[in-house]
């Protein structure tokens, strides 16, 4: 008899592999079978930022659960054509993931020999190779990274589609998504932002497939995200169409004390008191011009609070404004106004590239945390009880700003003097106002009591009888179901 397998297949930006190595670890902690189950996590070489994906591979292939196995699927080369005419890194991704098919048929193929392969979950960027599960008649469930609300919108993107011909970012209108806040058109999901663009077609084949899986799991938890949950599962996001289960089963976030033990900000933090510290991180991909750096240095200044930055290099054209560009460590005396670190050298730390998020969020002197908004940093600082204030700077983030302020009450607004779909400049004085008002004021406080709620909330459904766990032994139900 074969011993029973599930395929995990993620995208190749980091973000979606992290959250995809917890799913698998959070199945195995709840999914106990004799033989033992394995995983098999499918990874791609990815059209950038491939150091940090092969970096992040190697350290925990080494640490992580004995049942979980990587393969590394045959590199793929991008067209010369595609790569000069310079898209945005959603359309390259939809390349790399359809040039793969052929890869990932082979070794679905292959681990069928020695596997009862139960399940092949997939992140929603690999949509196409959903119909090539579903062809080998594996039972086939989407995996969304994202929150619930920004699966409403790319569910009901077909909808919106037939409603005009205009681009979003012409259209200068609120977008009544069920279950998502009034949406101004311009803060829909960036790659959405222009028609023409070949990745705004791609999200909507990903709109058409999802709904035809057997169920779509989502990195998000009922209380956090119930309004919106329910207009999923009641179909109000795709009209006169079945729609297949929901599993809310997070929040799946990654902490790494081994690699965070010992690092120079953490002992610096230890020094600094109680929720004194407001942190300042953008992700792995996000970066700023120099002109935008020095505004945020001025503002932090002016602003009088206990800071700590981490800065990167400015990203160069051909980047668009990710984090590819540069792996060298920043030169912060010309990044950053004269004077500058050591004029805040008391109060202040600026770390170069990286800090360990998740111990610098749960350490006690953190008050408040200015983010990106990609959905891991909400849900670490969720979970940490550390209030927001909220910056988007690409993919999904606007949307999840409206979300995160207007729904969940858990962030700040961090306004821009100037939009544009490469987002707009925030100046000093923006960055004083919102960093002082969240570490010292009354709205900043009900926003504290507000996060404190949710890490309440989300604690609650990852224990037994929780929400996350209830939602998980539903999915193990319905495979049984499938048999």
Excluded at 66 to 91: A, D, K, M, Y
Excluded at 248 to 277: F, M, N
Excluded at 304 to 311: E, I, S
Excluded at 435 to 444: F, I, P, Q, W
Aim: aromatic residues 8%; proline residues 7%.
């Amino acid at each position: 008899m074969k011993k029973e397998a599930i395929v995990l297949y993620p995208s190749a930006a980091i973000g979606h592999l992290v959250s995809m190595v917890e799913l698998a670890k959070f199945i195995l902690s709840h999914y106990h079978l004799q033989p033992p189950l394995t995983i098999h996590i499918l990874t791609i070489s990815p059209p950038y930022d491939a150091v940090s994906i092969s970096n992040y591979i190697a350290s925990v292939s080494s640490s992580i659960h004995p049942s979980i196995v990587f393969h590394s699927l045959p590199p793929v080369s991008l067209p010369p054509s595609l790569l000069s005419s310079s898209p945005n890194h959603e359309t390259l991704m939809f390349e790399v993931l359809r040039l793969n098919n052929p890869n990932l048929h082979n070794a679905l193929v292959s681990i069928s020999v020695t596997y009862s392969v139960r399940a092949f979950i997939a992140d929603f960027f690999c949509f196409e190779a959903l119909s090539l599960s579903s062809k080998l008649h594996i039972p086939t469930y989407g995996f969304f990274t994202s929150p619930a609300a920004c699966l409403a919108a790319f569910l009901y993107l077909p909808t919106l589609h037939r409603t005009t011909d205009k681009s979003f970012k012409d259209l200068n209108t609120i977008l009544n998504i069920p279950g998502v806040p009034p949406l101004h058109s311009r803060d829909i999901i960036k790659p959405l932002l222009e028609r023409n663009d070949p990745a705004y077609h791609g999200f909507l084949n990903v709109a058409d497939i999802m709904p035809k899986t057997v169920g779509i799991i989502v990195n998000t938890f009922e209380a956090l995200e119930h309004k919106c949950l329910r207009a999923i599962s009641d179909g109000l996001c795709v009209p006169n169409s079945p729609m297949p289960p929901i599993y809310p089963v997070g929040p799946l976030i990654t902490y790494d004390k081994e690699k965070a033990t010992g690092h120079e900000c953490l002992r610096w933090l230890d020094s600094q008191p109680e929720r004194s510290v407001v942190f300042l991180c953008f992700g792995s991909l996000g970066v700023f011009s120099k002109e935008q750096l020095r505004e945020i240095a001025r503002g932090l200044e002016k602003s009088g609070q206990r800071f700590l930055w981490v800065v990167r290099n400015p990203p160069s054209e051909k980047t668009h404004n990710l984090a590819a560009s540069s792996q060298e460590d920043p030169d912060l005396d010309s990044l950053l106004p004269e004077g500058f670190l050591d004029r805040t050298k008391e109060r202040g730390m600026v770390v170069k590239k990286w800090a360990p998020q998740g111990a610098v969020l749960k350490h006690r002197s953190v008050g408040g945390f200015v983010t990106h908004c990609g959905w891991n940093s909400v849900l670490e600082a969720v979970v940490a009880g550390v209030p927001m204030v909220a910056w988007p700077l690409y993919a999904e983030q606007r949307l999840n700003r409206v979300v995160m302020v207007e729904e969940m009450k858990i962030a700040l607004w961090m306004r821009e003097s100037t939009w544009s779909p490469e987002g707009g400049l925030v100046e000093a004085a923006e960055v004083e106002e919102r960093v002082t008002e969240l570490m010292g004021s009354e709205k900043g406080e009900l926003v504290r009591k507000r996060v404190g709620i949710a890490k309440e909330e989300a604690e609650a459904a990852m224990r037994e009888g929780g929400s996350s766990l209830v939602a998980l032994a539903k999915l193990f139900e319905s495979r049984k179901n499938q048999d």
